[in-house]
């Protein structure tokens, strides 16, 4: 009964954690896309999208944790492996867009305050679902924690590139930053899509 209770407490903190993951996103996407079009940056409109794959996976986490079905773990983790993939994608694709077609966006304000709220906010989120994950022993919302942690290196790296960019014109800043969080996120892809292919006992024989 103590072991079904603590269970229930955990999960309910876990599905708090992507609540608040959900909320800051919802509202972030729209800040993103006037933060974009205000300025013409590219890696505002990139950092957008990245929060859009960020609720898609905390909806995932959310169906996850929310049901009993054993199935539901593995496709929860492909499901997140594939959100990493994406997001992968479409930041190799942004630096290549701004690099090659020498693209030089403007200043943006409002993008450097969120990207740099949205950093600290996202390695607290990481950090609760990290620990929430392990105690919980649900590999779908620690593989989460991952992409939020992923989301926290992003807006770092936004943040770095869109102030060096206001500060001492180095445009270059921006796609050189966002490659960084390339490798990181097909490393996640990989392992998440990986565990979401390993029946349960054998995840548990290969942690």
């Not at 999960?11 to 996407?29: F, S």
């Not at 990481?126 to 992003?154: H, M, S, W, Y």
């Not at 960019?165 to 392992?191: I, S």
């Amino acid at each position: 009964m103590g072991h079904s209770v603590k269970r229930d407490r955990l999960t309910r903190r876990g599905l708090r954690l992507e609540y608040a993951t959900l909320g800051w996103n919802v509202i972030g996407v729209p800040v993103l896309v006037i933060a974009a079009i205000g300025s013409g940056s590219a890696a505002a409109a990139g950092f957008g999208f990245d929060s859009a794959i960020e609720i898609a996976a905390s909806l995932v986490v959310v169906w996850e944790l929310t049901g009993t079905h054993e199935d539901r773990e593995r496709i929860g983790l492909r499901l997140i492996g594939c959100a990493f993939q994406a997001l992968a994608v479409y930041v190799t694709a942004q630096a290549a867009y701004l690099v090659i077609g020498g693209h030089h966006p403007g200043h943006s304000t409002l993008g450097i305050v969120w990207t740099a709220a949205t950093c600290i906010v996202m390695l607290a989120l990481a950090r609760g679902k990290a620990i929430t994950g392990r105690a919980l022993g649900n590999p779908v919302l620690q593989a989460e924690g991952r992409v939020t942690l992923v989301d926290a290196c992003l807006a770092a790296a936004v943040l770095v590139g869109l102030t060096l960019n206001a500060a001492v014109g180095w445009w270059w800043a921006d796609p050189l930053a966002g490659l960084v969080v390339v490798g990181c996120a097909l490393r996640e892809a990989r392992a998440s899509l990986r565990s979401g292919a390993s029946p349960p006992e054998c995840r548990a024989a290969n942690p």
